[in-house]
């Protein structure tokens, strides 16, 4: 019975290999932002109040210009169809049912166009700033061409952080059966049939694509000389020249970051640390989030991400000025123990723990959060 995102958490953790649940659930070097993001999300208090008529709590906005049922969005996660075939095209899908937007990930296992040939709602796309800016603008055409509502850039993956949990996992994409980890493949055998024998096995976007890089082994090295460091904001604003849409900024964590990212023209931004995966020691996002709202003061949309396991967790992030939340490791969670199912019953579960957690603090909607709900 899945009743919170740790009991997806749980199932997730029996029905796919360790390699592929420690890439979902793990930081890098000692994890200690990764624990941040979570204690400093528990550490916050709501103001319990009483006899307000809260009969009616509106949970609806908008989102970087897409009509949201709540305040959250599916983050744009790696390797979704790993966790589950065809996974991101589940995810899109249960986002749509659930009237919140999607974001497709760059480094996806369906390609842009497989997950539109799949769903009827537009969804946001992600990328990052990579040394070969002909792809660069490859994606955005591709972005357009699949009518995507926004482009989401990161911007805190210049170098990568090390996570130690995937080399020692041996984390590959697919996966490959080694001596070292046979038998923990082959107790999963529901999994091993559907992502290593499915259509689904390579990064999407990618295949066929990169000059002659066509082997898993060649795109895997392709995209690591891809990261960036000398990417700045003029290349921000070589983005924004090329894209008519929304633009969401994710990844900032500072608030002169803030106010530049701002002053570039971003619809958007996320507060994010990159759900603990690269600066090991960066503050946790929910503690960096009320400065980078000051920050921007108005001149653009602040989201939020970074630990969100609940709807409580969600209001907190409304307390704190963000405009609405997104969900990354608990969406994998839900996704590896039941498929499109479980990402919905996680959306059902958020939306009813933030509506009842606002109606606790004698909020009558999502417009009215603030931090007065905080003790």
Not at 24 to 31: I, L, P, T
Not at 78 to 103: N, T, Y
Not at 153 to 166: A, P
Not at 333 to 360: F, H, N, Q, S
Request: aromatic share 6%.
């Amino acid at each position: 019975m899945f009743l919170e995102t740790e009991d997806f958490r749980a199932a997730a953790r029996r029905r796919v290999p360790r390699a592929i649940f420690d890439y979902a659930d793990g930081g890098s070097y000692a994890e200690r932002t990764l624990r941040r993001n979570a204690a400093d999300l528990d550490a916050l208090s709501f103001r319990q109040r009483v006899m307000i008529d809260v009969s009616r709590v509106e949970l609806a906005t908008t989102l970087a210009g897409s009509a949201a049922s709540m305040p959250l969005a599916i983050a744009p996660t790696g390797l979704a169809g790993m966790f589950h075939p065809a996974g991101e095209i589940h995810g899109a899908r249960a986002a749509a049912a659930a009237g919140i937007p999607f974001c497709l990930s760059t480094m996806s296992i369906c390609s842009i166009e497989d997950v539109r040939a799949a769903t009827d709602q537009p969804f946001w796309f992600q990328q990052y700033l990579m040394r070969d800016r002909g792809f660069n603008r490859e994606l955005i055409d591709r972005a357009l061409a699949a009518r995507c509502s926004a482009l989401v850039l990161t911007l805190d993956l210049q170098v990568q952080g090390e996570r130690r949990r995937d080399p020692r996992n041996g984390l590959t994409v697919p996966p490959r059966v080694t001596l070292r980890n046979l038998l923990d493949v082959a107790s999963k055998p529901r999994w091993a049939a559907g992502v290593l024998f499915g259509r689904y096995r390579t990064f999407g976007n990618l295949a066929g694509r990169i000059g002659g890089a066509s082997g898993i082994r060649t795109l895997a090295e392709w995209i690591a000389t891809q990261f960036d460091p000398a990417a700045n904001w003029h290349d921000v604003a070589w983005v924004r020249e090329r894209w008519p849409g929304k633009l969401i900024l994710k990844g900032v964590l500072d608030p002169e970051d803030a106010r530049l990212a701002a002053a570039a023209g971003a619809d958007a931004i996320v507060v994010s640390n990159h759900g603990g995966r690269q600066l090991d020691g960066a503050p946790s996002s929910i503690a960096a989030l009320p400065r980078v709202v000051a920050a921007v003061d108005g001149r653009c949309e602040v989201l939020f991400d970074g630990g969100v396991r609940s709807g409580q967790d969600v209001a907190k992030a409304l307390a704190l000025g963000a405009r609405g939340a997104l969900i990354g490791k608990s969406y994998l969670y839900a996704l590896a123990a039941d498929g499109g199912r479980g990402v919905a019953r996680l959306l059902e579960i958020l939306r009813a723990e933030l509506r009842v957690t606002l109606a606790l603090t004698g909020t009558t909607g999502v417009a009215q959060a603030g931090p007065h709900i905080l003790c």
